[in-house]
């Protein structure tokens, strides 16, 4: 396969950045395609640790070309605020194409969407703050700048213009203070030079890619039930994280993408509000929490913790065509004399084994457990999967009987050498 694209699960974080670095080392091309800086992983080199947002993963090699595509929403200041960090850690070759299509995101989207969970009291959604759902509703109002106006300064004053006029009456109409277009003009003004030279039409440069059979790996940023359309709405992202979405989100047909990568934990986090049906609010969901380090790359916020949910991983796999999976972050539930792992839901009483579509439905199903047996052994350090545990080998047939989908690596610790590969995939 010359191309492979990655997927989060379930509700972002679920350690897709490892798996991304692993796989960012062996590719031509890395692509980002939705989302913004709401995103964030670190990554370890050498022993120094490096936080990404908007660049993809393969941005440490100088062999390989990093591309943020057309569905992507860009804070151009916060794009170079990452990248001057990682200059300032001693990376200086930046090999970046960015799309012209790609929507700009700019400091009022960040003001709205402050203002709007602001209003919308104990129903926030509970946003990062960085301005993404703003900014994709000016791009479906047909409104909003792309990172192609750069390139025109006339043109770029005159959409900025059309657009504050009506961004400010909105910020007005929340209370909030107006934006001043001379100072976005200088913002970008400021940034302007050092992007120029790294806008392209992203499309054709990738369409080409595939043409010569370059490897091209598709990184994934958030998760599936964090998906605008099937996801957990409202309490979700404003893009799709969907592997199906990419063609679209990077102007390449259907057939680009050979293989789908899907990322899950052993268990289940989520940031923000919304349902959440196999949430623990005990000590062992703390025990979770502290084991898995499950804090916000980006926001810092604690994550919420709770068993595996089948359910949703079924869900997933059936809506994204996932035809492998990683499962990560198997070592966290190390020690536990059970695990346990939600197989469906009750709700008004019946049995179903998918999500409802309405989440006030979706707050008021039951989970229904399956009681596993928990392993003892520290599994950090084993690199074949034959000599796991029996119980943790079991967990694993688990999952791979409900989702039909082989498990092909298992993660046991945040290392790169901690990682159990069952198959190979992208392989030259
Ligand atoms: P937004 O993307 O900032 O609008 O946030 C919408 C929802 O998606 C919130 O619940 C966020 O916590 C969640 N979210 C957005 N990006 C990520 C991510 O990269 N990981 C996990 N959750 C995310």
Redesign the pocket.
């Known amino acids: 396969m010359s191309t492979l694209a990655i997927e989060g699960m379930q ?3 679920e350690g897709k950045g490892k798996l991304t670095d692993y796989f960012a080392s062996r590719a031509e091309v890395v692509v980002r395609s939705q ?1 913004g800086n ?3 992983h670190s990554i370890v080199r050498d022993g120094k640790r490096y936080a990404l947002r908007l660049l993809p993963s393969g941005i440490f090699n100088e062999n390989v070309i990093n591309v943020l595509a057309d569905g992507m929403v860009i804070n151009p200041m916060a794009l170079i605020e990452e990248i001057n960090g990682l200059k300032e850690q001693g990376v200086t070759k930046f090999n970046l194409l960015i799309s012209n299509r790609a929507s700009m995101l700019l400091p009022y989207h960040i003001a709205i ?1 402050h203002a709007r969970e602001k209003m919308l009291g104990n129903a926030k ?6 301005g ?2 703003p900014c994709y509703e000016d791009k479906a109002a047909r409104l909003g700048l792309r990172m192609g106006d750069l390139l025109d300064l006339k043109q770029l004053d005159e959409r900025l213009s059309s657009e504050l006029a009506i961004k400010n009456a909105e910020l007005k109409a929340y209370g909030a203070e107006p934006v001043s277009k001379e100072e976005i003009m200088k913002g970008l003004m400021e940034v302007r030079d050092y992007l120029v030279p790294h806008i392209t039409d992203t499309s054709l440069f990738l369409q080409k890619c595939i043409k010569e059979n370059k490897k091209v790996l598709f990184e994934g ?3 599936a039930m ?1 998906c605008l359309t099937h996801g957990t709405y409202p ?4 893009s799709s994280p969907l592997a199906t979405a990419i063609p679209v989100n990077t102007g390449l047909p259907l057939t680009a993408v050979n293989a789908v990568l899907g990322v899950m934990k052993a268990y289940t986090t ?5 349902p959440f049906p196999t949430e623990l609010h005990d000590e062992i969901g703390d025990q979770i929490r502290e084991k898995g380090h499950e804090y ?1 790359t ?1 926001t810092k916020r604690p994550r919420r913790v709770g068993w595996l949910d089948l359910a949703v991983l079924k869900y997933v796999k059936n809506i994204s065509g996932i035809t492998h999976v990683g499962l990560m972050l198997l070592d966290v539930l190390g020690g536990l004399d059970e695990i346990k792992v939600c197989t469906g839901y009750k709700i008004n009483g019946e049995t179903i084994d998918y999500m409802p579509c309405d989440v006030s439905t979706y707050t008021k199903v039951e989970p229904i457990y399956k009681t596993l047996p928990g392993w003892k052994e520290d599994i950090s350090n084993i690199l074949n999967y034959e000599d796991l545990p029996e119980n943790a080998k079991n967990y694993v047939r688990e999952i791979e009987k409900a989702l039909e989908v082989n498990v092909s690596m298992v993660s046991v610790g945040p290392d790169h050498s901690q990682t159990i590969i069952r198959e190979e995939l992208f392989r030259d």
Request: net charge negative; no cysteine.
């Open positions: 509700w972002g974080d989302g709401n995103a964030g969407d959604i509970g946003t990062t703050g960085r993404i759902g940023a958030q998760g964090l309490y979700v992202t404003s989520r940031v923000g509000e919304g916000g980006v």
